[in-house]
């Protein structure tokens, strides 16, 4: 029995073994041809994949990165500070991030930066690892450097590994921040997929297969599923 053998055994859907995969789908679901579509923290478009391009009115992406104005996924990207966003109020119909919120170390200015270039209407989706799960219990523990470490080991460039804060990663805080913002909570899914940081031998994948299933097993256990999506409305103007 091996690492491989049991991730074709458990995890035969992509959707179950990748959790960007399934952020995306639930993205899809909610942008129309001719929305303008903005992703905070987009980066070279190496790392999270999605076809936007083409299929919306404008995909467009701000990183400090400055790889994100050759993004191959982007209509325009843009170089910037995502905490003060270079668009004007009421911009964009869809505002989503994969894995951002939790390099964020102060959220009050970018959630307001968010529900400023939102819409009336419009949504904000997000992807962030759950600030409960063994995962960022242990990322907590240990510094950047190691972060790099294990990263590179998962096929990850060391530079697509940033310092995490942990500063908006459970629900009741994301609830929170947004409302503040004046958004209204449409959702918020806590799920575990497959235990890709236990890969590194068949026992530890093992164990971390029997957690995923006891933790998906129940809703009783949802804060201890690793990733969180969350979405989030702007009131519509006539509310």
Request: charged share 20%.
């Amino acid at each position: 029995m091996s690492v491989a053998s049991l991730r074709r055994r458990f995890y035969p859907d992509p959707i179950l073994r990748d959790p960007v995969a399934r952020f995306v789908r639930r993205l899809e679901a909610h942008v129309k041809p001719g929305d303008r579509v903005l992703d905070i923290g987009a980066g070279a478009g190496e790392r999270n994949t999605y076809s936007l391009k083409g299929r919306v009115g404008q995909i467009v992406g701000v990183d400090v990165d400055p790889r994100v104005v050759t993004n191959p996924l982007l209509d325009v990207g843009l170089s910037a500070d995502i905490c003060s966003l270079p668009f004007q109020d009421a911009s964009f119909d869809v505002v989503f991030s994969i894995y951002v919120f939790e390099h964020v170390p102060n959220p009050g200015p970018l959630v307001a930066e968010i529900a400023r270039v939102l819409r009336p209407g419009g949504v904000c989706l997000s992807l962030t690892p759950n600030a409960y799960h063994y995962v960022t219990l242990l990322s907590r523990l240990t510094p950047t450097s190691f972060h790099k470490t294990v990263n590179a080991w998962l096929g990850r460039a060391a530079e697509d590994t940033f310092p995490t804060c942990y500063t908006m990663n459970s629900a009741r805080v994301l609830r929170r921040q947004f409302a503040e913002a004046g958004l209204d909570t449409v959702s918020i899914e806590a799920f575990e997929v497959q235990p890709n940081y236990l890969a590194f031998s068949t026992l530890t994948y093992a164990l971390g297969i029997v957690y995923e299933r006891i933790v998906n097993f129940t809703e009783r256990a949802a804060s201890l599923r690793v990733n969180l999506i969350s979405t989030f409305r702007k009131q519509p103007a006539n509310a």
